[in-house]
């Protein structure tokens, strides 16, 4: 039976605070294992300081994991840098460029403490295992070693172990010697709750210019800059792909709730409010029967398209696109954002009357192409107070409104024109001042315990405004003196109907403004 290897909380608290350029990486695998915190003197199994390192392996590279060894060793200064440096600076202090060639025992003596220290360490802070950790090392000649080390780690970490002695042997002996590093993987091995790496260290006497530490904080500040152009990178990509993700999710959500999640301020939680909207209801009159007369495949190139166009409005004016219901729409203003329940009911009505327009070049268009009986739709639209928000389970929620007002909206829907708007009084009250309408005969809904007083939409009032300017400038040309030349005549109604479109694209240009 495998005995069960473990790390102290220290040894995952260092590995952890190694990341800090790296992002919440090491407590996300941390997330996945169900731990929230990590105590220093508990132990945890080998394998989490492994997934870690993996983690960041598979998405930042080698050089992540370097540089996490690097850290490793400033962290835990205490432990060995501190007590390294001292009995280096006893051995080896004084030495100058002419003597340190000679002076081989001292490096065997430092190289020795060096193997050993680490080696106590990797101990201390490691249990449950038969197989000995540590260090060992040999020596090859006069200034070459083989240095073996034993850890709960798997081999894929190797890049870790040469950033720790390395930093390590730098501050230590950096000062006094070139030191060559060979990774040799032939003798290298591992098992089950360990690796053992092999290296081989070369140490090359060379003349004093820069201390230790000077020559650590340069070979450092290297690595750092090298890590920060994959990190870079990695966060450009990962930018990229959030990106993607969320606009394949916008294609299921209300682009303002998904707008909401990637600013961090919606959360999924199952949560409503009681809101004053304005709610929107269309489907296609007879479709059933319509569709009846379609090949499957025109009959899904008709319904896609009218789709595409009639969405792309809803999300020009603002429309919170609750749900897609066989043929039928339905949307709502006034959550997650609003504009004030007003210009929320303004907004809405706008888009009603360019989903309208649209359908008129659309019925043409599809005349043309064969399809003889295009769609017809019916629009109904209510405003009053309905319960917003996410309705479902902890497992799947919907974003959507629910409540009498919403029936209402449907039901005014079903009692459309073909082609027609009908709209409850609670909405012509607040966009009055936008169309002109005709009063329809009250409804008595079931379920609904009032009388809906309802309006079918003429036209817009700015329509009919330029229509009688219009009228009125064609009857004073033809009361116009007799003695006036046609051809006159003629260019004057040009001029004049020029300037009533020119006058009609200022007023579209200004109710744009307004949306």
């Not at 907004?347 to 005349?367: D, F, G, P, T, V």
């Given at each position: ?328 729409m339905m949307l709502f203003f006034g959550d997650p954002e609003s504009h004030g329940v007003e210009e929320d009911a303004k ?21 043309k192409q064969g399809f003889a009986e295009p769609f017809q739709v019916r629009i109904g639209i209510n405003t009053g107070y ?87 400038i064609h009857n004073k040309i033809n009361t116009n003196n007799a003695s006036v030349k046609e051809s006159s005549l003629e ?25």
């Open positions: 039976m495998k005995n069960k290897v473990t790390i102290s909380g220290t040894a995952l608290l260092a590995t952890i605070a190694t990341m800090d350029s790296l992002g919440p990486i090491g407590k996300e695998v941390l997330r996945e294992n169900g731990i929230k915190k990590i105590i220093e003197n508990k132990e945890y199994p080998y394998e989490l300081r492994n997934n870690i390192h993996k983690a960041v392996l598979n998405r930042y590279g080698e050089i992540a994991i370097f540089s996490m060894g690097y850290k490793n060793s400033e962290l835990l200064y205490d432990l060995m840098s501190k007590p390294m440096i001292k009995f280096a600076s006893k051995e080896i202090s004084g030495m100058s460029s002419k003597n340190i060639s000679k002076n081989k025992t001292s490096l065997k003596n430092v190289f020795t403490f060096f193997s050993k220290k680490n080696g106590d360490i990797i101990k201390k802070l490691t249990k449950g295992f038969d197989i000995e950790y540590g260090n060992k090392i040999d020596q090859l000649d006069d200034y070459s070693w083989r240095l073996k080390c034993t850890m709960a780690l798997e081999l894929f970490s190797e890049p870790f172990i040469r950033g720790v002695h390395e930093s390590q042997l730098i501050e230590t002996l950096g000062k006094y010697f070139e030191i060559n590093r060979t990774y040799e993987p032939k003798l290298s091995n591992s098992g089950y709750g360990y690796a053992t790496w092999s290296y081989k260290y070369t140490f090359m006497p060379r003349v004093l210019k820069l201390s230790g530490k000077e020559l650590l904080n340069q070979s450092r500040n290297n690595i750092h800059d090298k890590l920060m152009r994959v990190v870079l990178k990695d966060s450009f990509l990962q930018n990229k792909k959030i990106k993607e993700i969320s606009t394949q999710i916008s294609k299921y959500i209300p682009p303002q709730i998904n707008e909401q999640f990637l600013k961090g301020n919606y959360t999924s939680q199952i949560s409503t409010k009681r809101k004053k909207l304005t709610i929107f209801f269309s489907d296609i009159k007879n479709f059933t029967a319509t569709s009846e007369n379609l090949q499957p495949e025109d009959l899904t190139k008709y319904l896609n398209e009218y789709f595409s166009e009639m969405t792309a409005i809803a999300l020009k004016y603002g429309a919170t696109i609750d749900k897609y219901i066989g043929d039928a907004a809405c009505l706008k888009m009603a009357l360019a989903m309208q327009e649209r359908m008129k070049i659309l019925q043409e268009k599809w005349k309905c319960n917003v928000g996410n309705f479902g389970s902890d497992q799947r929620l919907s974003y959507t409104i629910i409540g009498g007002e919403v029936n209402i909206a449907q039901r005014l829907e079903g009692n459309a024109d073909a082609n027609g708007i009908l709209m409850s009084y609670e909405t012509y009250a607040l966009t009055q001042d936008l169309v002109e309408v005709e009063e329809r005969e009250n409804l008595s809904l079931k379920g609904i315990n009032r009388i809906v007083k309802c309006f079918a939409i003429k036209e817009r009032k700015s329509v009919k405004y330029l229509k009688n300017v219009q009228k009125k260019k004057r109604l040009l001029k004049i109907e020029k300037n009533i479109d020119l006058l009609t694209k200022k007023l579209n240009q200004t109710n744009k403004r307004k949306i």
